[in-house]
Nanobody, 123 residues
């Protein structure tokens, strides 16, 4: 499984940004897809995830109500819509795929990772 993340950039506080993650390869193996982020000087943390089949989603408390993870069936991509962005959302965002049914909020359960895409929230 390979993952290609895109959509990062610079946005002002209160603005919105959309990240996309396109899986390729043995995508039939994927059970969950998630987004994690790593801010400068901090450890990588969970942001959001969803089961590949069905509508089950998971969110970190810090992004609930502001971020939405969804699936674009036509393009076979996972989308992270980020609204009401704050400076503390500044980080490199990574998408990841888990091929086993496990806790979708745990970084260690993910088997495949895409390259990061940088998000900067600043005025």
């Amino acid at each position: 499984v390979q993952l290609q993340a895109s959509g990062g950039g610079l946005v002002q506080p209160g603005g919105s940004l959309t990240l996309s993650c396109a899986p390729s390869g043995s995508i039939w193996r994927i059970v969950s897809m998630g987004w994690f982020r790593q801010a400068p000087g901090k450890e990588r943390e969970f942001v959001a995830a969803r089961r590949r089949s069905g509508d089950t989603t998971f969110y970190a408390d810090s992004v609930k109500g502001r971020f939405t993870i969804s699936r674009d069936h036509a393009k076979n991509m996972v989308i992270l819509q980020m609204n009401s962005l704050k400076p503390e959302d500044t980080a490199v965002y990574y998408c990841a795929a888990d091929v086993e049914y496990a806790d979708a909020m745990l970084e260690g359960n993910y088997d495949y990772w895409g390259q990061g895409t940088k998000v900067t929230v600043s005025s």
